[in-house]
């Protein structure tokens, strides 16, 4: 279709196949050309921001609604903001960085499963060869056939966790370069995989050889394939809290989700679990992210906000947390004169 602008060009994809990466191409290869009509300037000042009307100037009205949402707050301020540009940048440099890396080692998996084949075909075609020339003997061939199951008796275990392992990459293939995985409870980042190991990269930048015969057996979690993943928070006031409190708090919930439409789904549960000791209200926040925890710095920032803006709530409410009043015994009393006066403790 043809796109309206100083700078026209042709774009052959429908709007729905117009995602980050198939955007990028576009804005590097239009940007130089076109940077003094789209800058806008006050004075000497450059703003750092882009409109709408700007890119329009490139693009199609469906395209710019396309890739606006792609931005963090471009669709409630209108503007693409210079720190959500560059947010938007690193995110795709990143995942294609992930990409490259997967790639980079199923390619270096399957080449070492040719190697493997290679060697077994020849070693067949080397016997074959013999039997027909006539230089190997039943005796001979008897021979060598013995020894070989002699071998690979003695190496039975490797040969099964080959044939595991190699099960375990190219046909259950759980996880990529790059996913964050949780094994055993510990959560992991895979750094590498090869044809009899996988290398995890652990929270504390510990790499953690795994074999894949091994890996085989256990239960995995993958955080990138997972859709939008939940997360709670525990949250305990005082039994005395009253109900209208109570309903306020629910409220400011309610309207504080609602205005992250980019961070939260709006489904979100405060649930009262229940009263302990006769003076703990004890609450559950759950509420549910719009993306999955593969990006766990990001999740992390998200529910520090969440936590943060429970405890403004608060204090805006005046809803806080009381420790019973606690019965005092005095054991000992000492009284000794100082001045005519007496002194107790």
């Known amino acids: 279709m043809a ?27 239009e940007a130089r050309s076109a940077t003094r009509g789209t800058r806008r300037k006050s004075g000497n000042l450059v703003l750092g921001y882009i409109e709408e009307e700007d890119l329009l100037r490139f693009l199609t009205t469906v395209e710019v609604h396309t890739i606006f949402p792609l931005f963090e707050g471009a669709v409630e301020t209108g503007k693409i903001t210079k720190s959500s540009f560059r947010n938007w940048v690193v995110h795709v440099y990143v995942e294609r960085k992930a990409l490259a890396h997967s790639l980079n080692d199923t390619k270096t998996a399957i080449r070492q499963l040719h190697r493997l084949a290679s060697a077994i075909v020849t070693l067949i075609i080397l016997v074959i060869s013999l039997l027909v020339t006539g230089l190997a003997t039943t005796k001979v061939l008897l ?15 490797t040969c099964k966790s080959i044939f595991e392992s190699i099960i375990f990459v190219f046909v259950m293939h759980p996880f990529d ?29 510990e790499k953690i050889y795994y074999p894949n015969s091994i890996l085989h057996t256990k239960p995995i979690s993958n955080f990138r394939r997972s859709p939008d993943m939940g997360d709670g928070v525990d949250i305990t006031i ?9 309903n306020a708090l629910k409220k400011a919930i309610q309207v504080y989700i609602e205005s992250k439409p980019k961070h939260w789904n709006p489904n979100h549960t405060l649930m009262v679990c229940e009263i302990e000791n006769g003076k703990d209200l004890k609450l559950t926040l759950c509420v549910q992210h719009t993306m999955n925890h593969q990006n766990f710095g990001e999740k992390s920032n998200r529910r520090s906000e969440l936590v943060f803006e429970l405890k403004k709530i608060f204090d805006r409410l005046g809803i806080k947390y009381h420790l019973l009043p606690q019965q005092v015994n005095v054991t000992h009393v000492n009284t000794s004169s100082n001045g005519g006066r007496s ?3």
């Open 143 to 157: 021979l060598f056939t013995s020894q070989l199951l002699l071998v690979g008796f003695m190496f039975q275990n």
């Open 238 to 246: 005082d039994v005395s809290t009253s109900v209208d409190d109570f």
């Open 3 to 29: 796109v309206k602008g100083e700078a026209s060009f042709s774009w052959h994809r429908p709007a729905s196949a117009f995602t980050e990466k198939s955007v990028i191409p576009v804005v590097v290869s």
């Open 343 to 345: 002194t107790q403790s």
């Open 177 to 205: 370069v790059g996913d964050r995985c949780v094994v055993d409870g510990v959560q992991m980042v895979v750094e590498e995989m090869n044809i009899l190991t996988t290398v995890f990269l652990r929270y504390d930048a």
